[in-house]
T-cell receptor, first 115, second 111 residues
Framework: GAVVSQHPSWVICKSGTSVKIECRSL??????MFWYRQFPKQSLMLMAT?????????EQGVEKDKFLINHASLTLSTLTVTSAHPEDSSFYIC???????????FGQGTRLTVV | GESVGLHLPTLSVQEGDNSIINCAYS??????FIWYKQESGKGPQFIID?????DKRQGQRVTVLLNKTVKHLSLQIAATQPGDSAVYFC??????????FGPGTRLSVLP
């Protein structure tokens, strides 16, 4: 199947700093990528849908100025957590789709810990 | 057996037995469904999918059943192995929109 690579796999940062997470589709072009957040023992919650060349669509309750998403190419989307706080500590996962009606492939996730 | 509480529902099965994981989906207009397996600290891994024009699909050791009348999806795993221990999520999709994930079920395989 298609491969989605996410980097870094884990990061620890100080409160108030910003962290960038990259999501790459390695062997296909992804018009749309999705960013999820997952707290321990919970399901994946969609944060935003990222479309190449346009602004991301954020889910209700997700602050777009805090979670900056850039989808500059068909193979790369980035999520920047700005002015991170301990409550932002979570597992962030990206996914990408080949077409509108096919399976979504997931990255390996990024464990963010804000101290 | 199954237990539901503040944590993920857990299904415990004996190695070699068959497992059945259930999922109730919310949107009657959803037309595409996927089961994902997630191991600790990793992203979800595709297991099997099914479209709404089908009610059953089989893969290697796995079968997905879809009952649109009651909006129910199930994943059957034959001859469950220790490597099957993980959290399983169903995901529903509506005409190419984003996937909505169910709450997940933790499968624990007992030796």
């Amino acid at each position: 199947g298609a491969v989605v690579s996410q980097h870094p796999s884990w990061v620890i940062c100080k409160s108030g700093t910003s962290v960038k997470i990259e999501c790459r589709s390695l062997d296909f072009q992804a018009t749309t990528m999705f960013w999820y957040r997952q707290f321990p023992k919970q399901s994946l919650m969609l944060m935003a849908t990222s479309n190449e060349g346009s602004k991301a669509t954020y889910e209700q309750g997700v602050e777009k100025d805090k979670f900056l998403i850039n989808h500059a190419s068909l193979t790369l989307s980035t999520l920047t957590v700005t002015s991170a706080h301990p409550e932002d500590s979570s597992f962030y996962i990206c996914s990408a789709r080949l077409t509108r009606n096919t399976e979504a492939f997931f990255g390996q996730g990024t464990r963010l810990t804000v101290v | 057996g199954e237990s539901v509480g503040l944590h993920l529902p857990t299904l415990s099965v004996q190695e070699g037995d068959n497992s059945i994981i259930n999922c109730a989906y919310s949107n009657s207009a959803s037309d595409y469904f996927i089961w994902y397996k997630q191991e600790s600290g990793k992203g979800p891994q595709f297991i099997i999918d099914i479209r709404s024009n089908m009610d059953k699909r089989q893969g290697q050791r796995v079968t997905v059943l879809l009952n649109k009348t009651v909006k129910h999806l199930s994943l059957q795993i034959a001859a469950t192995q220790p490597g099957d221990s993980a959290v399983y999520f169903c995901a529903e999709n509506n005409y190419g929109q984003n996937f909505v994930f169910g709450p997940g079920t933790r499968l624990s395989v007992l030796p």
